[in-house]
C-alpha cells in the first residue's frame, strides 16, 4: 500500500490535466445552458463516454490507486467544470459499486456493462436507498422484497426518492428490507432490469441547484425479479440474516452496526472531494475577478476586505482538501477511521463549499447574483454537500459518537 503523500505522480498527473482539459473545454460551455433546461445532459455524457472519462475501466483504475488519491482528484476536476454535469457523469457509479460491494463475479459482469452502455449508445444506473421517510434514518426503510418460492422470484413494493437517474435508468439497483424484525440489517440490494413490469418513475424534483442531474422519485408496483437478481445471492443472505438474528441476542450486535458504520464512513471522502471542485472553481474565478473589477480607481482586490476574503478561502479549500486526501488513503490503506475522518473531510469539505462560494458571490456583487456570472450557480450547486451522502448534522453525529463512544442523539 502506498505511503500518504503530497504530491501527485506522474501518471496521476497526466490523468489530472486530461479530466481538467474536458472539464474546461466540454462542460463549463455547456453548464448554463443544462442548468436551465435542468435535463439529463445526454451528449455531454456521450462525449465522457468516447474519450473513456465515462466508463467502468476508468473509475475502476481509480479506485484501486494504490495511493487513494485517483477518485478524489477525478472528482475534484469534475466537479471544477460543473456539479451538475459532473452528477450525471459520475452518478451511475453509485449503481456500479453497490454491485461491486455486494454482487457475486457473475452479477457484476452481467450488470455493470450494461449500466454504462457504449460510446455509441450511452447508458445510466440508478442506487435507489433513500425513502419519503427514511433518508437519515435508514432503519425506517419500508420498501419490501419478499421471496415467492415456487417462482423463484423476488417481490418488490414501496417507494424509493432523491434517486439520482431514477425512472431513466437502464438498470435500478434498489435497496429493500427482507426482515424488518432486523432493523438495518435486514436489508438487501436488488437488480431491477431495464423494462421489468411495475417499476416508474414518480416525481421529478425541480431543484435548488445541481440541476442538470435527474433526480426523482421511483415507484416500485409489484415488482417481480428473478432470484438471481438478489445480490449475492440467496444462500449468502440467508446466511448473514441467521448470523444477524444471532448476534442480535447478544452484545456483538452493537460491534456489527458499528462496523457497518465504519464502511459507510469510507465513501464519504468522495463527496467532500466533490465539494473541493465546487469551491475551488469559485474562488478561482472571484480571484480573476477581483483583480480585473475596478472601482474608485483601482482593482478590488487592494483593499483589504476583498483580499482577506480571498486569503481565507483559499486556505479553507486547501485545509479541505487535505482532509479529503488523508480520508481517501487512510480508506485505501485499510486504516481505521478512529475519530471518524470520513466523516471529518465530507463535513468540513461541504460546509467551506457553502461558505466559499456565498463569498465568491459577495466579491461579484451585483453580478454574482446573476445568471449571467457562474458563481450565482456554484452557490446554488453547493448547497447539497451539506445534504446527501449523509446531513452535516449527521456527520457531527458520527463524530461526536466516535470520539466518545458513547449513543449520543
Known sequence: MGDFTLELNDEQQSVREWIHGFAADVMRPAAAEWDEREETPWPIIQEAAKIGLYSLDFYAQQFFDPTGLGIPMTMEELFWGDAGIALSIVGTGLAAVGVLANGTEEQIGTWVPQMYGDADDVKVAAFCSSEPDAGSDVGAMRTRAVYDQAKDEWVLNGTKTWATNGG????????????????????????????????????????????????????LEDVRVPGDCLLGGKDKLDERLARARERAKSADGERVKNAAMATFEASRPAVGAMAVGTARAAYEYALEYAKTREQFGRPIIDNQGVAFQLADMRTQIDAARLLVWRASWMATAGRPFTSAEGSMSKLFASETAKKVTAQAVQILGGNGYTREYPVERMHRDSAIYTIFEGTSEIQRLVIARTLSGLPIR
Open 168 to 219: 431513466i435508468a437502464n438498470v435500478h439497483v434498489v435497496v429493500a428490507v427482507v426482515d424488518p424484525d432486523l432493523g438495518t440489517k435486514g436489508h438487501a440490494s436488488f437488480i431491477v432490469p431495464a423494462g421489468t413490469p411495475g417499476l416508474s418513475q414518480g416525481q421529478k424534483f425541480k431543484k435548488h441547484g445541481i440541476r442538470a442531474s435527474h433526480t426523482a422519485e421511483v415507484v
